[in-house]
């Protein structure tokens, strides 16, 4: 794993802002990275959620 330099990191939270996760709005223990898609927070990082969410009846994901 590359160390986390702080472009890097400026690169992240800008993904994490942009998609809505790390926006003030959207619970968070860790600037975004604990959620899923649909909203919800994960906590084990050791393998990811692996979580079906269905967004609306025509669309799912494990994003």
């Avoid at 994490?16 to 003030?24: C, P, Q, R, V, Y």
């Amino acid at each position: 794993m590359q160390a986390l330099n702080s472009q890097r990191k400026a690169f992240l939270d800008m993904v994490a802002w942009s998609e809505g996760t790390d926006n003030g709005r959207q619970p968070t223990r860790n600037h975004g990275y604990d959620v899923i898609v649909g909203g919800e927070l994960f906590t084990d990082y050791s393998d990811h959620p692996r979580k079906l969410v269905t967004l609306n009846p025509k669309l799912k994901s494990t994003a």
